[in-house]
């Protein structure tokens, strides 16, 4: 199970970290990812992370700007989101367990957090 937590309000520029909590020490063996979605659009890729943090990936629009990180010891996963751009607005989501190598896939990720908002005004 996957707790995300860490959204709010905050204005263009500004920065947000987002904290993603795994229940049990399987999270600690697991790809994992952050996705975020807007009303009407579809959810789509922003980052992900390999099991033990050793390799990321960014999708180009938060390229430079978000870092994802984590800590296995207390089974959490991070998104340090900084100069955000009121784009950024969304609900963000982190998943966990990949199924093969297509990390920037929303079908290939076992578990799901319920979402945290993001609003950034301008």
């Known amino acids: 199970q996957l707790q995300a937590s860490g959204g709010g309000l905050v204005q263009a520029g500004g920065s947000l970290r987002l904290s993603c909590a795994a229940s049990?020490?399987?999270?600690?063996?697991?790809?994992a990812a952050w996705f975020r979605q807007t009303p009407g659009n579809e959810r789509e890729f922003v980052g992900h992370?390999?099991?033990?943090?050793?390799?990321?990936n960014y999708a180009d629009s938060v390229k430079g700007r978000f870092t994802i990180s984590r800590d296995n010891a207390k089974n959490t996963m991070y998104l340090q989101m900084n100069s955000l751009k009121p784009e950024d607005t969304a609900v963000y989501y982190c998943?966990?367990?990949?199924?093969?190598?297509?990390?920037?896939?929303?079908?290939?990720?076992?578990?799901w957090g319920q979402g945290t908002q993001v609003t950034v005004s301008s």
């Open positions: 992370i390999g099991w033990n943090g050793g390799s990321t």
């Open positions: 049990g020490r399987a999270f600690r063996s697991y790809t």
């Open positions: 998943a966990a367990q990949l199924s093969g190598s297509s990390y920037s896939s929303t079908t290939r990720y076992k578990y």
